[in-house]
Structures are given as structure tokens and as C-alpha cells.
């Protein structure tokens, strides 16, 4: 399963990749507006700490807008991916962009159907939102279950990978891997929590504490 970090925070960015565990990052508008910065210099800053698809989220609404936002932000880097937003224009969008070899993450994924237009249309990525469908009084793992079941009825004509976004907790990583989907994009604090178990700490702190009476030292 590969982890994307869902943040546009440099600082934890770096720290992170610098771990090896950080395949790609999905930003949005609302992530580049909390770091008060320039977006497209922020973005190539980004790309530039990790090769893998960093998403990056088109604002105009309109097809022909979205297209011109799309060509721009493609242009800051090679590892840029579109993130479009599953309306009727962003999955017209979708498929010029898909078309022109330009890969396409479309979010806001809330249900199969939209997932499967997503396939149609292309998109590299699909980003179910399972923290906001939590939020809502719905089970949000449900329509990653959907979803990878019914992509992987058709393995030889979807290509789009499931991308499980709006994730909230360690939970959600393992649920998402689990039933197979591809990629889960995570808060750098997740990705920190999956380290982190009490009796590891309980562990080592006795391991140590008996080393340190042998007086011994290993170099
Ligand atoms: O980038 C999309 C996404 O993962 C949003 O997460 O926590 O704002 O629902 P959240």
C-alpha cells in the first residue's frame, strides 16, 4: 500500500520523506490557504522533497477554466497530478487531461457511482472521503469496501487506483489496507501514530535498563 501525507506543511513534509515512508502528498485549497503561502512556489518545493505524485487542486469549477487552471499547475513540476473535483466538468476535464497523459486524481469521492464515472473518465486516482462520511453519520469504510469490490470486478479495463482520503485515525490506515485499496493519505500525525505502540516503549525501556547493568557498551 502506498502513503500519501495529506498536508501542504513543508517542515513535516521533509521530516517525514526524509524516513522513506512517504510516496506522495495530496494537497487542497484549504491546506495551501493554512500555510499563508505562495501556492505555486509552495508546490514546487513539494515536488521537489518527494518524487511521487504530489496532487495539486485546480479552483475554477467550469471545464474549460478547470483545463487552463490544470495546464498551469502541470507545468511547476513533472510529478504533478491534478486533483479535480467529481462534478460533471471535472469529469470532462478529467478525461481531456487523461488524454493528453496528464494523470488526474478526482476528489470529493462520496459514493460508488461517482467512483465509477471516476474510472470511466480515466482518473489515476479516486479520493473517497471517509472522515467527512464518519463526520455525517455514515460509515465511511463502507464505500472503500464498495468501491475496491467493484473495481476489482473489472481488472482488466479499471486502472484507477482507490486513494483513501480524509483520513482521521490509525484505524482508518489499517481498515483501508485491509480491503485492499491502493494508496491511504494521511495527516503527518497518523502517519506518526502507526509507529507508536505502549509496549514497545514499555519494551525497550526494560531492554535497556538491562543492558545498562551489564556495563557492557556495543560500540
Ligand atoms: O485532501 C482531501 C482530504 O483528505 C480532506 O481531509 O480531514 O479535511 O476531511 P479532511
Redesign the pocket.
Known amino acids: 500500500m502506498k502513503f500519501f501525507l495529506?498536508t501542504a506543511d513543508v517542515a513535516e513534509i521533509a521530516d517525514l520523506a526524509s524516513a522513506g515512508m512517504v510516496d506522495g502528498v495530496?494537497?487542497?485549497p484549504?491546506?495551501v490557504a493554512k500555510t499563508g503561502r505562495d501556492l505555486f512556489e509552495l508546490l514546487a518545493e513539494i515536488a521537489g522533497l518527494v518524487p511521487g505524485p504530489i496532487s495539486a487542486e485546480v479552483t475554477a469549477t467550469e471545464q474549460e477554466a478547470m483545463l487552463r487552471e490544470a495546464h498551469r499547475l502541470a507545468e511547476i513540476a513533472k510529478n504533478i497530478c491534478i486533483k479535480l473535483p467529481l462534478t460533471w466538468d471535472g469529469l470532462r476535464a478529467c478525461r481531456r487531461l487523461a488524454a493528453e497523459g496528464v494523470k488526474v486524481n478526482l476528489?470529493l469521492c462520496f459514493s460508488p457511482g461517482q467512483a465509477l464515472l471516476a474510472a470511466k473518465a480515466g482518473a489515476t486516482f479516486v479520493?473517497p472521503?471517509v472522515?467527512?462520511l464518519d463526520d455525517a453519520g455514515h460509515e465511511g469504510m463502507e464505500l472503500i469496501e464498495d468501491i475496491c469490490t467493484i473495481y476489482g470486478n473489472y481488472p482488466d479495463t479499471i486502472r484507477t487506483e482507490v486513494l483513501v482520503?480524509?483520513?482521521?485515525s490509525v484505524g482508518h490506515v489499517i481498515e483501508a489496507a485491509r480491503l485492499g485499496a491502493d494508496v491511504a493519505?494521511m495527516p503527518a500525525k497518523v502517519m506518526r501514530a502507526l509507529a507508536q505502540h505502549p509496549l514497545t516503549d514499555k519494551g525497550l525501556a526494560q531492554f535497556l535498563a538491562d543492558w545498562e547493568k551489564t556495563g557492557q557498551r556495543i560500540v
Open positions: 495529506d495530496t494537497t487542497n484549504s491546506l476528489t479520493s472521503f472522515g467527512r482520503a480524509s483520513i482521521r493519505t
